[in-house]
């Protein structure tokens, strides 16, 4: 069952939501500007009943006490902006028994349009189950589409680390003008009692992030977050002196030093698609704070098109 | 049949299995795995997340051994791996092996036949597929296949893992033999799944993969 709906098109030149649809406990603010005049985009922000501004997907925390199901289209017309953002982490509750919240966001872009997904990280409480799926359907070479996905292991400064019982998050990008043919398939699932604990598999990192960068209007934003990730974890790696064998039987304060010394933040940038059309970003980081540090730096070119950096 | 089911698993046919560490050389060199118990770790969270994310396909594939479920695979698992270290390692290893398989096991025509007409269309030759469709072709049952997927798995990366000196010759067929009972109850838990269910489960080996590209010296391909 639909819970929200916006739609975006194109009056008198610039983007302008000209239909919004929400009900409770879910509701849409629409700030009539954000970020200079000369740029050309909707900010879309949602609001629940007693939660303050909270993002689009802020409002599911609320719900997931109850195990709901949450879900909103968003349909951003040709040639227009449209940004879906947050102002704190989505918080997801303890589950009552075996109950999953679920989220979906479908989301249609049009000809030479611009879906900008920019929200805070989610954070899965102890014991929480928490499943999204998030559907964008482009045309192929046309549309844009600047997506961020990322989660925390908990409430970490408070020794809360990958307790929860279920995150699942899967994206997918469809061409909507060849049958829906997938461009982009990533589904990342973190579940407890399998053979190794979700905080085994995460070794000691606390936030992990994807970021994936499409289509035309974000070709600069591609190239130098390629370069600039590549520079900085060009720096990162290191040829083991001599075999590791070696060095690991020779002392045991040397395995101990190998442990602190991983990279605090790691980073890998890829193309996918044909022609490489996108790339995509993923990251692993010991601090929230490091990643919104990345993200606002590697993101800061978007100012441009959306009228402020993200993650100012 | 027998006989060909042993040489599709054994480390002779020329796949190119051994040019990848699937990650574990960059691994290294990020000091994320410096130690053997640090390998021992890695490799049960690889098997993991290959068991998860191709298992589905390698099933799929020996269920329905077809042309056309196996552009359908393919198409879709090109989408899927988004990393293109992986992406590439699954395309060299994948047609390697179609072509070996068509020259070598000449009494299942289809396999030459289906090469051909892939061939000639947008098609990638992803790995796992392509070893699911072969082993459907000869014969073998899908519980076998996809345990035959994670064999492969854990004997190219430990093969690797000595090549990169982590571990020694004898110290490797140990570990082998520890972690394939690991192995089996990952297979239990991840065998005959859809691949719509196909997922990561250590999202991290991915960021890892994809640092290969950034290493200055190397001595694999993936």
Known sequence: METGRVTVERVGGKSTVTRSFSKYPLKFILPNKVGSAGTDAVWIYALTYGGGIVSVRCCFSYLTLYGDRISCEFFVGNGCTAVLTTQASTKVYKSLGSRCSEQLLEARIGSDALLVVIPDPVTCFSTARYAQKQVFRVVANSSSLLLVDWITSGRHESGEKWEFQLYKSTNQILLVDDDDRPLFVDSVLLEQGSISSIADRMLDYQVIAMIVILGPKLKNIQNQVQESVKRLMSDQLHMPYSGVRASSNHAKPNSSSAFNNKPQLVASCSPFGPKGVGVVVRIAATTTESVYKFLNHQLSGMESLIGVPPYR | ?222
């Open chain 2, 1 to 222: 049949m027998d006989w060909s089911q042993w040489q599709l698993l054994d480390s002779i046919l020329p796949t190119g299995g051994f040019a990848h560490s699937f990650g574990l050389e960059a691994a290294i060199q990020a000091r994320i795995v410096s130690t053997p118990d640090e390998l021992r770790t890695h490799l049960i969270h690889l098997l993991e997340n290959t068991a998860s994310l191709l298992l589905p396909f390698v099933h799929s594939a020996t269920t329905n051994p077809s042309a056309d479920n196996l552009r359908k695979l393919d198409a879709l698992l090109d989408a899927t791996l988004s990393n293109e270290v992986s992406r590439k390692a699954s395309t060299s290893q994948g047609s390697a092996l179609m072509r070996v398989a068509a020259s070598v096991f000449t009494e299942i025509p289809s396999l030459k036949t289906t090469r051909d007409a892939c061939l000639t269309s947008n098609f990638h030759f992803h790995h796992a597929p392509v070893f699911g469709l072969i082993c459907g072709l000869l014969g073998m049952d899908p519980k076998t296949s996809q345990r035959g997927y994670l064999f492969i798995t854990l004997r190219d990366s430990i093969s690797a893992a000595t090549r990169l000196n982590l571990v020694g010759p004898l110290g490797a067929a140990v570990l082998q033999h520890q972690v394939a009972a690991i192995a089996e109850t990952i297979l239990k838990q991840w065998a005959d799944r859809p691949v719509e269910e196909a997922c990561q489960t250590s999202p991290l080996l991915d960021t890892f993969q994809g640092f290969h590209s950034y290493l200055f010296s190397r001595l694999f391909c993936s």
